[in-house]
């Protein structure tokens, strides 16, 4: 009767379960049935000054957070939700405008094009200091790639990034039993927060290179934060990859190394708030399909940090015990297996 009284007091809901509580300054939560990630996850969220909330564009055959199909965000969206983030659906042609609520926009590889408002939405928000994160793809169709979204690509090339009209072909994939088409990136910036500390691979099918303009907007600053080797290239010949017969032609292809990762940040003339945003080479990295590889889900979620404030918890992202077996496209036919350890520094 003492013991189910002191657990009453302490807010305990199972007196029959081991519980931990965790205390940050005068914040304090209850972890049933502690492991390391959880208590991982419960100082991230007692850590927390904001509890972001983040617009995901809709209405153009977007990726979907709610999505548990492979090509689905669902896996990204759980480890979001971890960290304390709220995910909703945007609408701009139904909403008519970014709400002051929304911390960042999210767009993940549109396939339609944006209707002329809803890109002006877009281009006044982002210049008056908006946060964004922006997968653009090219999709590989028959006699050649297409454009998804020409409408997004102005947008970037204005901000000073140029997504180019070609397919990141990578010879060093063959080492993963992976297709020349999904590209390795090994090289991360490490003069930028969302990248300072990581080690490993981040791994991008489908990929189009981003080029980063020499004359960036002023005041803009432009980083390359993750990047293949010099064995990949730019490959413009639509025709020769589905024919399963690239190679490099030198004066048509573009040379590597490639830039699969790019944030921006910077004040326009008359802005009263620093935009930041993050530009992708591909939606598909993150995609469930993927987004267990190695480094994929860290720089997705380290990059939706850094756009929305939350520098200081960029390297603190718990990860799950044991291993995963991720299935690649039916095409390359492999599935590998993954183990990770779980390392918590010190707080």
């Not at 009453?8 to 029959?16: G, H």
């Not at 990047?227 to 413009?236: D, V």
């Not at 390359?332 to 350890?341: D, M, P, Q, S």
Request: net charge neutral.
């Amino acid at each position: 009767m003492k013991e189910a009284s002191r657990a009453q007091l302490a807010e305990i809901k199972n007196a029959n379960a081991a519980t931990l509580q965790v205390n940050v300054g005068e914040r304090r939560s209850l972890v049933e049935s502690p492991t390391e990630e959880k208590i991982l996850n419960t100082l991230i969220k007692l850590s927390k000054t904001i509890s972001p909330k983040i617009c995901s564009l809709v209405g153009h055959g977007e990726k979907s957070f709610s999505d548990t199909e492979n090509n689905g965000y669902s896996s990204i969206k759980a480890e979001l939700e971890r960290q304390a983030y709220t995910i909703t659906d945007l609408n701009l042609v139904q909403a008519g405008k970014i709400p002051a609520d929304c911390n960042a926009v999210v767009i993940l590889g549109p396939v339609k094009a944006l209707f002329e408002q809803e890109l002006k939405i877009l281009k006044d928000y982002l210049n008056s200091g908006g946060r964004a994160l922006i997968s653009i793809d090219l999709l590989l169709k028959s006699k050649g790639g297409t454009e998804t979204s020409p409408e997004l690509v102005s947008l970037l090339q204005e901000w000073g990034i140029q997504p180019e009209n070609a397919l990141i072909i990578d010879s060093v994939s063959r080492a993963l039993n992976l297709e020349p088409t999904i590209p390795i990136a090994p090289t991360f910036s490490k003069n930028h927060p969302i990248t300072s500390a990581m080690e490993g691979n981040v791994i991008a099918p489908l990929s189009r290179p981003l080029t980063i303009s020499k004359t960036p907007p002023a005041n803009v600053l432009i980083e390359a934060i993750a990047s293949t080797t010099p064995n990949a290239w730019g490959e413009k010949n639509m025709k020769s990859i589905e024919a399963g017969e690239v190679k490099f032609d030198n004066g048509t292809d573009i040379r590597g190394p490639m830039v699969v990762a790019a944030a921006i940040q910077g004040k326009k003339a008359g802005a009263s708030a620093e935009t930041r945003m993050v530009v992708f080479a591909t939606s598909y990295f993150a995609a469930n399909q993927f987004a267990r590889f190695d480094k994929n889900t860290d720089l997705f979620a380290n990059s939706l940090s850094w756009v929305v404030g939350d520098d200081n918890l960029i390297s603190i992202r718990p990860k799950e015990e044991g291993g995963g077996l991720i299935q690649l496209s039916q095409k390359a036919g492999v599935a590998i297996f993954l183990t990770t350890v779980i390392v918590i520094p010190l707080l």
